[in-house]
């Protein structure tokens, strides 16, 4: 199998341009890596020629770059779609890190980075595999578009807007995006639903300014203490969100696949150790694979105010702060769960604060047949590249861009994640496991030439 030799015959080069692609710190949330971004995408785009890919483009947008090529040599063959991701999150906390973040290095089989896992490594299988593909067979087989933005990380802000002035050139039969998870070790997995993303945050405002809390206290309102209350409300005894109408338009799940997901060789062990609280919790009358895919959420992601410094200040702050966000699930609205979640917020607060709510993003759930002929390619391309039987998952992440995607072109969207649960995306000590960055590699390849091979 030349194509196979050649892939393995590429191991070191690849794992060290990868290394390459990992020490520059696109964080996209953070304007002092603004010369990261624009190095990074310089580095996708020379990637991309290198692989075989064609007009390739830098897009500038409103924010960071957007880089597109593609190969269109295949007539009467199929053609695809990838996506994916060349921004991060940001590092911090550093001191957590066994090695630093943009310091990329294997440890007992996995590549240790900010973004092995999320989203370079797996981008850069799908390059790796369409240059494989490019030099065994002197031609990309298929047709490949492929797009790679800086922005996903921070709400795909542009991107909307590139994909509608370029409708007609993105057009594919199938959009493939390598951004999520496999279920567990030697278990390739297929996604075929995301849940969608509202984010929030909130500014209560008490006194007009900081009072000392000798002289006020105990007369006045201390806006943490009412945030503080107001969260505490936001769920019942049963973990049940408050918000009236949140569960309104929630789809329930058919029994036969309430059963093929909690069917799925997923173990509650692994689950608790790499979670490590001493407890679990979530909404009751749902297991939790189901909690994790199927069911809407309401998490805070940060509280802060009043004295954070070392030592003591007795203070009653003027502002408290919350960020937070809803998880969605086909069938809620965006839009309507953002009203509902103001509305109920505004009733819960007291009038001796004022408050002002802000909805940072919106996105949508998303859920999908695979009954799509290409699935089962996928299938056979993930088996012979890992050697296991590949499954169907759904997972709680979001990328709101594959509903868009979905919604506009009702093409199939193929999520082959080569992630693992425990990787620490987003968490300092990201890492990837050498194994299914190399399996990927392979599958990817496999799975494209599958594609050609109709
Ligand atoms: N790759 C993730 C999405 C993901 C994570 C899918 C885990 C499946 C499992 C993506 O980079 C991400 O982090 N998305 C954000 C949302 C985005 C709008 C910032 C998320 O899910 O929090
Ligand atoms: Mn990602
Ligand atoms: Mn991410």
Request: glycine share 8%; with cysteine; charged share 25%.
């Amino acid at each position: 199998m030349k194509l196979i030799d050649y892939i393995e015959s590429r191991r070191d080069e690849n794992l060290n341009e990868l290394k390459e692609f990992l020490r520059i710190p696109s964080v996209s949330t953070k304007s002092e890596h603004k010369p990261d971004i624009e190095r990074a995408a310089q580095w996708v785009a020379e990637k991309l020629r290198t692989a075989g890919l064609e007009n390739v483009e830098i897009a500038q947008t409103k924010m960071h770059p957007l880089v597109y090529g593609e190969s269109l040599h295949a007539p009467g063959k199929p053609t695809i779609l990838f996506y994916g991701h060349y921004d991060v999150q940001p590092a911090e906390p550093l001191d957590l890190w066994t090695t630093p973040a943009f310091e990329p290095t294997v440890r007992g089989g996995s590549l240790f980075g900010r973004g092995t896992a999320d989203d370079k490594g797996q981008v850069h299988i799908h390059l790796k595999a369409i240059e494989a593909l490019k030099k065994t067979t002197g031609q990309i087989p298929l047709n490949v578009k492929v797009m790679i933005e800086g922005e996903e990380e921070i709400g795909s802000v542009s991107l909307w807007d590139f994909v509608q002035k370029n409708r007609e050139r993105l057009k594919a039969d199938a959009l493939v995006v390598s951004d999520t998870s496999m279920l567990a070790r030697g278990v390739p997995s297929i996604t075929y639903g995301l849940r969608g993303l509202n984010y929030y945050q909130i500014e209560l405002t008490g006194p007009a300014q900081d009072l000392h809390s000798g002289v006020f206290g105990g007369a006045v309102p201390n806006p943490i203490t009412i945030l503080a209350e107001m969260i505490a409300k936001l769920h019942d005894k049963n973990f049940r969100v408050t918000v009236p109408g949140f569960y309104d338009r929630v789809q329930t799940l058919s029994r036969r696949e309430r059963e093929a997901l909690n069917s799925l060789p997923w173990k509650e062990k692994d689950f608790r150790k790499t979670v490590g609280a001493p407890g679990l919790c979530g909404e009751k009358g749902y297991t939790i694979v189901e909690r994790l895919w199927t069911r809407p959420t309401l998490d805070i992601n940060g509280i802060w105010g009043g004295y954070m410094d070392e030592g003591a200040k007795t203070v009653i702050p003027s502002k408290a702060w919350a960020k937070f966000s809803t998880r969605l699930v086909p069938n809620q609205d965006p839009a309507k769960i953002a009203k509902q979640v103001e509305r109920h917020i505004r009733k819960l607060l007291p009038k001796t604060v004022t408050a002002q709510f802000e909805v940072l993003s919106t996105g949508k759930p998303w859920v999908a047949s695979y009954s799509h002929p290409i699935f089962q390619k996928a299938i056979n391309a993930l088996e012979t590249g890992f050697g296991k039987k590949a499954v169907f998952i759904r997972e709680g992440g979001s990328i709101p861009f594959v509903t868009q995607m979905h919604d506009t072109f009702k093409v199939p969207c193929v999520l082959l994640g080569f992630g693992l649960p425990d990787e620490n995306a987003h968490a300092p000590d990201e890492h990837i496991a050498l194994e299914n960055y190399f399996g990927g590699i392979k599958a990817v390849a496999l799975f494209y030439n599958q594609l050609a091979s109709q």
